[in-house]
């Protein structure tokens, strides 16, 4: 396996993130695992299917549901990766996420 390039991080793990945001805010690693969690349950309800469909963490990101329509079978596609004629299955309705990156956040990088 290739060694990474000098210079690089790996991203932090859950634990480390939990220790860093303790450390930085002065609260215990045990509160700070009880508003992380507040905080997945405020973007569930406000992903599910009664909720707003749309959460924002201000500044940072936007996450939103995106219903994508069910799409039919289709016959004889040109394929221009291939150089073919192909079929292509009937695919079900689904639900994508989308998050987005805000403006404060991309000053960041």
């Known amino acids: 396996m290739a060694k990474a390039p000098p ?6 793990t859950k634990t480390q993130i939990m220790a860093a945001l303790a450390e930085s805010t002065g609260m215990s690693k045990k509160d700070v695992q009880v ?3 507040a905080l997945t349950e405020e973007i569930r309800g406000a992903l599910s299917s009664k ?4 959460f924002t963490i201000p500044g940072l990101i ?3 549901k995106k219903n994508v329509p069910a799409r039919k079978a289709q016959q004889n596609v040109y394929n221009p990766l291939k150089g ?3 079929d292509r299955a009937a695919k079900p309705a689904s639900v994508k996420v989308q998050v987005r990156a805000l403006k404060a956040l991309k000053d960041m990088v």
């Open 7 to 12: 210079g690089t991080q790996k991203p932090l």
């Open 84 to 86: 073919e004629y192909e």
């Open 35 to 37: 508003v992380i969690d």
């Open 62 to 64: 936007k996450i939103t």
């Open 51 to 54: 909720g707003a469909g749309m």
